[in-house]
């Protein structure tokens, strides 16, 4: 028994959720002019996750919709069903799965949440030229129109314009560069990027997120944004969204008991004054599988694939690991999800209320 937040969406201040699409449209920003485009993040000198080391191998791609009842062009009814006996949110269209694709899934419904991104997207939805930025709008547009429906929509086209290697299992913070990268150059918007984007300078370097290694890199998010600077370089430029990348060691049969600490507030000391860093949303990871955590006040959305799970605000922390994880594990059927990805929004730090915890 808790307690759903029922203040309509667009009533809500600094809401990273969607309002109505009639809001959505009168709340659109007015288009920028065009940039020159972002170039891709310097690839970080870091070994990635062990259970990533896929080989390539020829692959035919699915045919869009294939086998399943279609209503519009990547529309369909839904499929897939509960697998926990916990309460489900079916308002919320779902992502259909296209074999291997849940990585793609959890990273779109983490950025459909992040206004800015979701906003600066569907400005492109009456493009001409079919680009990702175009395809992605078609997704998001389909998302805030039919979230009363028990419908899901297919992301194919969309993966189709990443490349075919993205229908196979990869790193969802890859994922993520990837995505960002693709939808500002074919936008050819650099904002769309600055988002998630730190700038640093003597060199001039750009990254989008912030990988910390556990367990050895048990130290904190700001020893991590260290390690992705030279020595002789410091931060110009904090995006508005700290995108962490959590890397683990999953061949080992012990990294469910190392523990990653999530902070729900995150303060820190920037050039311009104090700035705490809320928890907005978690994407994790068990066994191959991807799902994303979306935070809603006294609950979260848990988004796996074509399903929506409400997870109580008290259970969350046991996606960090360690004993503190049984809770959540138990609730869940036993599944030990674990953070993979942890994102959080910057705020203007105001006082008591928006200490660390």
């Known amino acids: 028994n808790y307690h759903i937040d029922s203040t309509p969406l667009s009533e809500k201040d600094n809401c990273d959720f969607p309002c109505t ?6 709340a659109a920003a007015t288009p920028e002019p065009n940039g020159s485009g972002s170039p891709m993040p310097k690839p ?44 489900t949110k079916m308002s919320i269209p779902g992502l259909h799965n296209e074999g291997a694709t849940c990585h793609v899934n959890a990273v779109l419904q983490v950025l459909f949440y992040v206004n800015t991104f979701r906003k600066d997207v569907m400005e492109h939805l009456g493009d001409v030229e079919y680009t990702p930025v175009k395809a992605l709008a078609e997704i998001y547009d389909q998302m ?42 074919s936008a050819n918007k650099p904002d769309i990027a600055v988002t ?32 992705m600077c030279t020595d002789d370089s410091h931060i110009n430029e904090i995006s508005t969204f700290l995108w962490v990348d959590v890397q683990r ?19 820190t000391q920037l050039s311009d004054g104090t700035y705490v860093f809320k928890i907005h949303s978690i994407i994790a990871y068990h ?3 991807f799902v994303a955590f979306v935070n809603k006040g006294r609950v979260w959305f848990m988004l796996d694939d074509e399903i929506t799970y409400i997870v109580p605000d008290g259970l969350i922390k046991g996606l960090q690991g360690g004993d503190v994880g049984s809770d959540l594990w138990s609730y869940l059927g036993g599944v ?6 942890v994102i959080y929004r910057k705020h203007k730090f105001y006082g008591a209320g928006d200490d660390d915890d």
């Open 21 to 26: 699409p009639k809001d959505e449209k009168e």
């Open 44 to 87: 970080r000198c870091v070994p990635k996750d062990l259970y990533l080391q896929t080989p390539e191998t020829p692959m035919k791609i699915p045919s869009p919709l294939a086998g399943y009842e279609k209503i519009d062009k990547i529309l369909i009814k839904r499929t897939q069903n509960a697998i926990y006996n916990i309460e």
């Open 144 to 185: 805030l129109h039919y979230r009363h429906k028990e419908y899901t929509i297919s992301c194919s086209q969309f993966i189709t314009t990443l490349g075919k290697q993205y229908f196979q299992q990869q790193d969802a913070d890859d994922t993520f560069q990837k995505i960002v990268h693709d939808v500002t150059e």
């Open 196 to 227: 998630f984007q730190y700038q640093t300078e003597t060199p001039d370097e750009s990254f989008y997120s912030v990988s910390l290694h556990i367990p050895l890199g048990a130290a904190g998010i700001d020893q991590g944004i260290k390690q």
């Open 249 to 267: 060691n999953w061949s080992d049969p012990n990294v469910f008991f190392d523990k990653f600490e999530i902070k729900k507030n995150y303060k």
């Open 287 to 289: 066994q191959g599988h």
């Open 336 to 341: 030990k999800w674990l953070a993979k990805c």
